[in-house]
T-cell receptor, first 118, second 112 residues
Framework: DTAVSQTPKYLVTQMGNDKSIKCEQN?????MYWYKQDSKKFLKIMFS???????INETVPNRFSPKSPDKAHLNLHINSLELGDSAVYFC?????????????????FGSGTRLTVV | DQQVKQNSPSLSVQEGRISILNCDYT??????FLWYKKYPAEGPTFLIS?????DKNEDGRFTVFLNKSAKHLSLHIVPSQPGDSAVYFC???????????FGKGTLLTVNP
């Protein structure tokens, strides 16, 4: 039973189209994220939601719009796709874990969506 | 502006020997550091973490060392196994929003 699942796994589309990537987590985590891994292999945060509220919004074109209908889902909608949007998009979730030392947390990532814009 | 740097894009090690992966950071506000492992066509998986109040954390074959004065951390894998072959990402965070800043990754190849 996949903890963080994203669909589709592969997406090939033409420039100018609008597309969505869906993400669902069954871990009961409060926080979800979208990361982008570009051609240079950097993993960069795009958005973060905590209990359906946007808490991180990095410098991302406003063609990208996240939507969180509930805390288990964080979808990414992209309008007017451009060639430069081609990348692997990873969804992730996290939860605070209290420990004796401090709050610990680790992300659980989905397997990624490879978006190719042609 | 790369706040987390992994300067070695790749590392090749013989099975049974030690693998040492290095990571440097520039942001003094970072106080929590993590290592992730990634196989092709899969998402990164959490491996081990360390808080800035510690200088070492060990979990089985994996040990992470933190040198705060040098803003440097390293991941030691002993003994290395062929199944450890993957891309290893260093990540760091600071503050309350749990945002992780990742390095570019190091491809580790463990040869049988």
């Amino acid at each position: 039973d996949t903890a963080v699942s994203q669909t589709p796994k592969y997406l090939v589309t033409q420039m100018g189209n609008d597309k969505s990537i869906k993400c669902e987590q069954n871990l009961g985590h409060d926080t979800m994220y979208w990361y982008k891994q570009d051609s240079k292999k950097f993993l960069k945060i795009m958005f973060s939601y905590n209990n359906k509220e946007l808490i991180i919004n990095e410098t991302v074109p406003n063609r990208f719009s996240p939507k969180s209908p509930d805390k288990a889902h964080l979808n990414l909608h992209i309008n007017s796709l451009e060639l430069g949007d081609s990348a692997v998009y990873f969804c992730a979730s996290s939860q605070e874990i209290m420990s004796a030392a401090r709050v610990n947390y680790g992300y659980t990532f989905g397997s990624g969506t490879r978006l190719t814009v042609v | 502006d790369q706040q987390v740097k992994q300067n070695s894009p790749s590392l090749s090690v013989q099975e049974g020997r030690i693998s040492i992966l290095n990571c440097d950071y520039t942001n003094s506000m970072f106080d929590y550091f993590l290592w992730y492992k990634k196989y092709p066509a899969e998402g990164p998986t959490f491996l081990i973490s360390i808080s800035s109040i510690k200088d070492k954390n060990e979990d089985g074959r994996f040990t992470v060392f933190l040198n705060k004065s040098a803003k440097h951390l390293s991941l030691h894998i002993v003994p290395s196994q062929p199944g450890d072959s993957a891309v290893y990402f260093c990540a760091a965070s600071g503050g309350s929003n749990y945002k992780l800043t990742f390095g570019k990754g190091t491809l580790l190849t463990v040869n049988p």
